[in-house]
T-cell receptor, first 117, second 111 residues
Framework: AQKVTQAQTEISVVEKEDVTLDCVYE???????LFWYKQPPSGELVFLIR??????QNEISGRYSWNFQKSTSSFNFTITASQVVDSAVYFC??????????????FGQGTTLQVKP | SQTIHQWPATLVQPVGSPLSLECTVE??????LYWYRQAAGRGLQLLFY??????ISSEVPQNLSASRPQDRQFILSSKKLLLSDSGFYLC???????????FGDGTRLSI
């Protein structure tokens, strides 16, 4: 079975703090893809990053960074020097196995991040 | 890049009424198309996906149906809405082979 777990339901930080959002996934497939999406209050989902199972290099994009560790089945997301505009719900998602050919995504339940000024 | 149009943005419907939500895509050809529902709270549930015209796969049995009459058009329908159909409906589009899915702005449906 495939599953994505985001154990943190809500996180609240003060602006300029660093924050890490956790994502743990389960799959028996050796080829899979991991994603992060941001859902601001307006509701649309914004794609942030895609990672395939063969690329464990960490990635940095501005204030955002991602740590992919196959040994712990985790794909964590860190925001450095958080800003109020980062306030949103963040989703981690998995595409694997039979879903791989159709791109079906299995989403975690999301983490609500509130950044206070 | 892909652009996904969804309408209407909000909809209030009585129980038992029909539903038709439309999603159209620009900037790509022969995409995979998806319908998701997000109930109050936050989880996203995949309802239907389509890999081509007339090809629809259903993920969960429910009161809804989907159709893909054209390559870049995906329609979500119901003959009789239930209270449990309330939620935020999102259409998504992806090129083949695990490319990122891009989402429309969604429709908030209240029953």
């Amino acid at each position: 079975a495939q599953k994505v777990t985001q154990a943190q339901t809500e996180i609240s930080v003060v602006e300029k703090e660093d924050v890490t959002l956790d994502c743990v996934y389960e799959t028996r497939d050796t080829t899979y893809y991991l994603f992060w999406y941001k859902q601001p209050p307006s509701g649309e989902l914004v794609f942030l990053i895609r990672r395939n199972s063969f690329d464990e290099q960490n990635e940095i994009s501005g204030r955002y960074s991602w740590n992919f560790q196959k040994s712990t089945s985790s794909f964590n997301f860190t925001i450095t020097a958080s800003q109020v505009v980062d306030s949103a719900v963040y989703f981690c998602a998995l595409s694997a196995g039979r879903s791989g050919n159709t791109g079906k995504l299995i989403f975690g339940q999301g983490t609500t991040l509130q950044v206070k000024p | 890049s892909q652009t996904i149009h969804q309408w209407p943005a909000t909809l209030v419907q009585p129980v038992g009424s029909p539903l038709s939500l439309e999603c159209t895509v620009e900037g790509t050809s022969n995409p995979n198309l998806y319908w998701y529902r997000q109930a109050a709270g936050r989880g996203l549930q995949l309802l239907f996906y389509s890999v081509g015209i007339g090809q629809i796969s259903s993920e969960v049995p429910q009161n809804l149906s989907a159709s893909r009459p054209q390559d870049r058009q995906f329609i979500l329908s119901s003959k009789k809405l239930l209270l449990s159909d309330s939620g935020f409906y999102l259409c998504a589009c992806a090129d083949r082979y695990n490319q990122p899915q891009h989402f429309g702005d969604g429709t908030r449906l209240s029953i």
